[in-house]
């Protein structure tokens, strides 16, 4: 795939992703508590933009800490965000929109989507779950499917916003499976899926072996498995 866009899966939910004029980009930053994270990158220190899919612990992570540490942007939910102001970050630093929604960014947009999972902060609610879209400015467009199960609006999503990356959660227990991972892929019609959500935990029992097994049967889309730390797009 032709991109000017680096991009990193670093274990669980977790990715770095720079942009085309050099921005860092963090989703789901659950690193230094994450036993898949690399120890080079369980403390980042050059981060632009933090996107948060939902409150629980294993994506809200080290976010508060690597904010106070780079002053980054903190782009997430209504509730979240206020919750995380709560705890500590700075009134200029956080960004609260909702699902439908779109936030523009130097050479990037990002639209929250939903998804079906529960979100909590530290025992609080903290508003819906959602998906991530991002819009990289004449680039590709990756779709961070967040913590969820199958459900009918992932086909809409994919006339929509006609995305060329999914990174997809197929570990089962808490998400879906690999076969509806799989079915997932087959409604979105994505180029490529990267598997997260696997591993880290017992629970977390699906195989991304299985997953790619089950999307060649079902659809076009190509299966990368990355090693948490490998970069999976870009030079």
């Not at 936030?103 to 990037?108: E, I, L, P, R, Y």
């Not at 004449?138 to 967040?146: M, P, R, S, T, V």
């Not at 992932?154 to 879906?176: N, R, S």
């Not at 880290?200 to 659809?219: H, N, S, V, W």
Request: glycine fraction near 10%; charge should be negative; include cysteine.
């Amino acid at each position: 795939m032709k991109t000017d866009i680096k991009a990193w899966w670093l274990g669980h939910s977790a990715f770095r992703i720079e942009s085309q004029s050099g921005k860092v980009i963090y989703i789901d930053p659950f690193l230094s508590g994450n036993p898949s994270t690399p120890d080079d990158q369980k403390s980042p220190d050059d981060v632009d933009y933090i996107l948060l899919t939902h409150g629980h612990e294993d994506h809200v992570g080290d976010t508060l800490d690597i904010a106070e540490k780079t002053g980054c942007t903190v782009v997430a939910q209504v509730e979240l965000s206020q919750l995380l102001k709560k705890h500590g970050l700075k009134e200029d630093q956080r960004i609260e929109f909702n699902k439908g929604g779109t936030v523009a960014f130097d050479d990037f947009s990002v639209t929250l989507v939903d998804a079906k999972h529960s979100s909590s902060f530290q025992g609080e609610y903290a508003g819906e779950a959602a998906g991530l879209v991002l819009s990289f400015e004449d680039d590709i467009c990756f779709y961070h499917l967040g913590d969820t199960s199958l459900f009918s609006d992932l086909e809409l999503y994919g006339v929509m916003y006609q995305p060329h990356v999914v990174a997809v959660p197929m570990g089962d227990h808490y998400t879906m499976g690999p076969q509806e991972a799989a079915m997932a892929c087959e409604m979105i019609g994505a180029e490529l899926a990267i598997p997260i959500h696997y591993g880290t935990f017992p629970p977390l029992t699906g195989d991304p072996e299985d997953f790619r097994a089950f999307t060649g049967e079902y659809c076009d889309t190509e299966v990368a498995i990355p090693e948490p730390g490998d970069q999976f797009l870009g030079n």
